[in-house]
């Protein structure tokens, strides 16, 4: 007999783009659910502004850009093949810390040709924007909203 919180595996395979396992489980409690496994190369430390260290935290990474994305004509597979690029690309500089704005900036540039309304979100909190007038000169300074 299962104790309580324990889970099988019912199905596994990988994702469409090779990065993970996609794994649907049963609880003991008959409830179903869906877990990911990924390889994770080396340990990423983030240095934050204040020179401050912690793990690189995909989940983290996935929230602010699910934050930006938030009610945008973007598939899930799409941006999950995104935030996966951005983790994999950080891995590949083969640095064990990594600065937050280098994070950042990968952020932007990726949301900048994915979606102008997310890109701006994003820089709004990355950046700080304070007043009404730094998302006009943001705006301003940027060309993906001008007519081609």
Known sequence: MKKKG???????RPTEDGT??????LCSCGERFTTFERIQFRELMVVK???RK????REKLSKSIYIALKKRP????TVEKFITKISRSLEELGQSEISSSTIGTMVMEGLKDLDPVAYVRFASVY??????????????????FKKK
């Open 74 to 77: 973007i598939d899930t597979d």
């Open 6 to 12: 324990e889970t099988s595996v019912v199905d596994s």
């Open 54 to 57: 912690s793990a690189f935290d």
């Open 127 to 144: 950046r700080n924007f304070r007043e009404e007038k730094d998302f006009i000169q943001f705006v301003d300074k940027i060309d993906v």
């Open 49 to 51: 502004k204040n020179g």
């Open 20 to 25: 993970a396992i996609r794994r649907r489980r």
